[in-house]
C-alpha cells in the first residue's frame, strides 16, 4: 500500500517556474515506478512524466519535453516535477501516481494516486 500526498502548486505567471513534491507512505516506495499526470478543466486525465525505481529512466509527453523535469529521491520517499516555462495551458490539478511494472502513459494502469494540487498560470 502506498499513500501519495502532492504539494508545491499555486498561481504563477506565463514564463515562471514551480517544483512539485509527492510524498510518499510505505516501505516500498523505491519499487515503484511514479508519474505525475495532469487534468485541465472539462479534460481527460493526461500522462504528463514517469521515472522509473532507479531515477535513471524517465519518459516525458511531448507538451513538456525540454520544460519540465522529473526525478526522485529514494531516501526521502519523495518524486519531484521540476516545472520551467509554464504556459497558461499547463493550467490543471497535478496528480501523482504509482504503479509497478511497465511505464505506460494510460491511467488505467497506475495502481495509487495522490489527491492532487492545483496549478495555475495566467498569461
Known amino acids: 500500500q502506498v499513500q501519495l500526498v502532492e504539494s508545491g502548486g499555486g498561481l504563477v505567471q506565463a514564463g515562471d517556474s514551480l517544483r512539485l513534491s509527492c510524498a510518499a507512505s510505505?516501505?516500498?516506495?523505491?519499487?515503484?515506478?511514479m508519474g505525475w499526470f495532469r487534468q485541465a478543466p472539462g479534460k481527460e486525465r493526461e500522462f504528463v512524466a514517469a521515472?522509473?525505481?532507479?531515477?535513471?529512466?524517465?519518459d516525458y509527453a511531448d507538451s513538456v519535453k525540454g520544460r519540465f523535469a522529473i526525478s526522485r529521491d529514494n531516501a526521502k520517499n519523495t518524486v519531484y516535477l521540476q516545472m520551467n516555462s509554464l504556459k497558461p495551458e499547463d493550467t490543471a490539478v497535478y496528480y501523482c501516481?504509482?504503479?509497478?511494472?511497465?511505464?505506460?502513459?494510460?491511467?488505467?494502469?497506475?495502481?495509487?494516486w495522490g489527491q492532487g494540487t492545483q496549478v495555475t498560470v495566467s498569461s
Open positions: 510505505g516501505r516500498t516506495f523505491s519499487s515503484y515506478k
Open positions: 521515472i522509473n525505481w532507479r531515477g535513471g529512466s524517465t
Open positions: 501516481a504509482a504503479k509497478s511494472g511497465v511505464i505506460t502513459t494510460s491511467t488505467r494502469s497506475w495502481l495509487y
